[in-house]
């Protein structure tokens, strides 16, 4: 059996696109998904679907990042008039743990004849997240980054063996195991890199396990904090650092040699 055709992330290459054309790769109601990616969606219900589009502006969770929401609507046609029908709802996006590379979109359909305009692979659907959700999260995201970039340039010197580990960029969570935030108005540009670039830069610690390639694929998605810092990324962001808004340092806890910085951004 052939392999499933990998959904292309859109939002890895333009985080501004909003709207979005694509086409149906497939529908099944939530009752019907194996059970390893019926166990992402912890509040899925019998009353949900599961639809997969050939390309997503929907950034799956994943990264710390949470998902995008939003909706995705077909346009039917009756007496030659075109009319677009109500919109399947998504409320939860995730990668599929079935099937390498696919994004499952979670929600539910408006109406039966949206419900069915659905069911026909290939057919044409408009995506459209929702525009704020997603530049709050970018906020969240670059401002994790800049708060790494800020304390590993105080602190490396200093600390022996520091490294930064895992962020969480999530509303009302959002964390950077670091130790301090400082704020610098940056440009914040992505960039694919292969491992020899990882190299040439000096940041051979940052080059990422090769399973998360794709097959054919050679380089990795990076984020340059210019004038500070690289990371391998698969998130949505901010243009410029400034742009994450008023940051504020809510809580800084250590715990075995970990120091957690808590943040938040204005929203």
Known sequence: MAAAARTYLAFHHNAKLFRLKTAIVSTRPFSALEEANRQLFKDGSDEDHVVVTAETIFHPQGGGQPSDQGSMSTTAVANGDASSTPPFEVRAVRLDAVNDGQVLHLGRFASAATASSFQQPGTA???????????????????????????????????????????????????????????????????????????????????????????????????????????????????????????????????????????AVKP
């Open 125 to 263: 659907v408009e995506q459209a997240i929702d525009a704020e959700k997603r530049v709050y999260y970018s906020r969240l995201h670059t401002a994790g980054h800049v708060l790494g970039a800020a304390v590993r340039h105080l602190v490396m010197d200093k600390v022996e063996g520091f490294d930064e580990l895992k962020a969480s960029h999530f509303p009302d969570s959002a964390g950077c195991e670091v130790d301090e935030y400082i704020a610098r108005a940056m440009p914040v540009e992505i960039d694919f890199w292969d491992a020899d670039e990882f190299r040439r830069e000096g940041l051979e610690r940052l080059i990422p396990d090769s399973s998360f390639l794709a097959p054919g694929e050679t380089k990795f998605r990076v984020v340059k904090i210019v004038g500070a810092e690289v990371y391998p990324c698969g998130g949505t962001h901010v243009d410029t650092t400034d742009l994450c808004g008023e940051t504020t340092v809510r809580k800084i806890a250590r715990n075995k040699g970990i120091s957690r910085v808590s943040y």
